[in-house]
């Protein structure tokens, strides 16, 4: 058994105890013939592991972004999909005959690249280094995509849409500390914009794009994309509204659109 294999089977009871919002009725519920890739790094923490000397800090660090890694493996198995999991080496190939892609934010941008740029599978996004490369956003650091500390909240501005998941429109508390990170994101005009940060409306932390919707420049999307605003240790810290929020975004890119 690897020892991803071990260390899933013993955080499962732990994963499990992340709080999981009551399904809307006519929300779909999928059998596990639906398959989905999550792509997140399973290298850095056994080279940690293995390092001389130890660094202790960045070891911890990488503990805990593989447990919400875990966790995230266990959520999706919860909404009824098979998860594999894949890391930034495995080929296109491994996506291709999946019904949903979703990259953790645990990923090396620079190894990915544009590599699910072009993939006509629903995906969704925690990377945003990565959101120029598969045409979500532009490119530059800090303009069109970023990370802000100390966050908690959201600002819902499209509560109709199926991916506000039936949050009230205005400030939503998402995440259950005060100091974590949130990635953001900044659409171009083909987008959906769900949430944006509180008080940042330039700032978006979920947003998304139809298949075929215009997105950054002239690119069509190849099938739905979201953008979703996790750092690498957030998933454990979202609140029952956040995890709502989660789990809207991956039934509605993992739905076929009408």
């Known amino acids: 058994?690897?020892?991803?294999?071990?260390?899933?089977?013993?955080?499962?009871?732990?994963?499990?105890?992340?709080?999981?919002?009551?399904?809307?009725?006519?929300?779909?519920?999928?059998?596990?013939?639906?398959?989905?890739?999550?792509?997140?790094?399973?290298?850095?923490?056994?080279?940690?592991?293995?390092?001389?000397?130890?660094?202790p800090v960045r070891l911890a660090k990488l503990e805990v972004q593989r447990?919400?890694?875990?966790?995230?493996?266990?959520?999706?198995?919860?909404?009824?999909?098979?998860?594999?999991?894949?890391?930034?080496?495995?080929?296109?190939?491994?996506?291709?005959?999946?019904?949903?892609?979703?990259?953790?934010e645990t990923v090396d941008a620079l190894e990915i690249g544009a590599k699910y740029r072009h993939l006509a599978v629903p995906l969704i996004d925690s990377k945003n280094d990565l959101l120029g490369d598969l045409g979500m956003a532009g490119q530059k650091n800090g303009r069109d995509y970023g990370t802000d500390d100390d966050q908690r909240f959201v600002w819902v501005v499209n509560a109709p849409h199926p991916l506000a998941a039936g949050l009230a429109a205005g400030v939503q508390n998402v995440l259950a500390d005060e100091h974590c990170k949130m990635n953001w994101g900044k659409p171009g005009l083909g987008a959906v914009t769900i949430a944006t940060l509180r008080g940042e409306p330039d700032k978006v932390a979920v947003f998304a794009y139809e298949k075929r919707a215009t997105m950054n420049g002239e690119f069509l999307a190849p099938?739905?994309?979201?953008?979703?605003?996790?750092?690498?240790?957030?998933?454990?810290?979202?609140?029952?509204?956040?995890?709502a929020l989660l789990q809207a975004a991956i039934l509605w890119a993992a739905t076929k659109p009408e």
């Open 223 to 243: 099938a739905r994309r979201v953008s979703f605003f996790l750092w690498s240790d957030t998933f454990p810290q979202l609140r029952p509204e956040g995890t």
């Open 67 to 104: 447990d919400g890694d875990l966790k995230l493996a266990v959520f999706l198995g919860s909404l009824g999909f098979t998860v594999t999991k894949a890391d930034e080496a495995s080929p296109l190939a491994a996506a291709e005959d999946k019904d949903l892609v979703v990259i953790s």
């Open 1 to 55: 058994m690897s020892a991803w294999s071990t260390r899933a089977r013993l955080l499962l009871p732990l994963a499990l105890a992340v709080p999981l919002p009551v399904r809307a009725a006519d929300a779909p519920v999928f059998d596990h013939s639906r398959q989905v890739l999550l792509v997140c790094n399973l290298t850095k923490l056994e080279h940690a592991r293995t390092a001389v000397p130890a660094d």
